[in-house]
């Protein structure tokens, strides 16, 4: 009777030894995708943050880039048209998207529709120090 069940432990053993070994087989795989996936997905961010400094040097771009100024977030190029040459037509705000949706961002829409909405406004910050303390004048002249 103890040889029955020793073979009996024997086989649930090595069943569960198989078991294990097929399912840390299929962790690895899942994990090496895992993986992959994220490296795929840092290239293409990196890329993508690499054209939004760069595209301005690009022929098609239709601005001069000495007119370019890049800010990255929320939006990432801000264009003062004409400005190198003396003669400012326009600000324009530029989002650049390299990947395979277009797709703005929650942030990037609030941005977009301010602008469009005509809320945009000049401030002038005047910052001096008085007696040994900072005061900030603003106005919009």
């Not at 997905?41 to 007119?67: H, L, R, V």
């Not at 800010?71 to 004409?82: A, K, M, Q, R």
Request: proline share 4%; glycine share 6%; charged share 25%.
């Amino acid at each position: 009777m103890q040889n029955i069940i020793i073979i009996l432990l024997l086989i649930v053993i090595v069943y569960l030894i198989i078991l294990l070994n097929k399912r840390g087989k299929a962790l690895q795989v899942r994990n090496k995708d895992d993986i992959d996936r994220a490296v795929r997905a840092s290239k293409a961010s990196t890329m993508g943050k690499s054209m939004e400094q760069i595209i301005p040097y690009f022929p098609e771009f239709e601005y001069n880039p000495s007119d370019v100024r890049f800010l990255g977030s929320p939006i990432d190029l801000v264009v003062f048209d004409g400005l190198s040459e003396g003669d400012l037509r326009e600000v324009v705000f530029v989002e650049v998207k390299t990947g395979k949706s277009a797709a703005l961002p929650a942030r990037e829409k609030q941005v977009r529709d301010c602008i469009l909405a005509g809320n945009v406004r000049w401030e002038k910050l005047h910052a001096k120090v008085v007696e040994g303390e900072t005061q900030f004048l603003i106005s919009n002249q």
